[in-house]
């Protein structure tokens, strides 16, 4: 299971009951701004910081995610970029 963006460590104390260990091989995936709320996820937990991507390393992850054999005209790639853009260098955005 994946939660994102957990802003605050009361969300997470809320969301953290309907997740027991139930020591079964399951996990949970929680990602956060907030180191607060990355180091009280569990006291076993590795909190692993993502650096911010460069643009021509936004740009090439999107394309590798998205675009696999696709050809792009002008219009689309012009869009595409836009969007990458937006994403402000973050990964998972």
Known sequence: ?????????????????????????SRVIVTTRNKEVAQRVDERTYAH???????????????EKTLHSI?????????AREMVQKCDGLPLA
Do not use: T
């Open 49 to 63: 910081k993502l650096r911010y991507l460069r643009s021509d390393e936004s740009w090439q992850l999107f394309c």
């Open 1 to 25: 299971v994946v939660i994102d963006d957990v802003w605050d460590r009361e969300a997470w104390a809320s969301l953290k009951r309907a997740f027991p260990d139930n020591k079964n091989g």
């Open 71 to 79: 050809k792009m005209d002008e219009g689309l790639e012009k869009l």
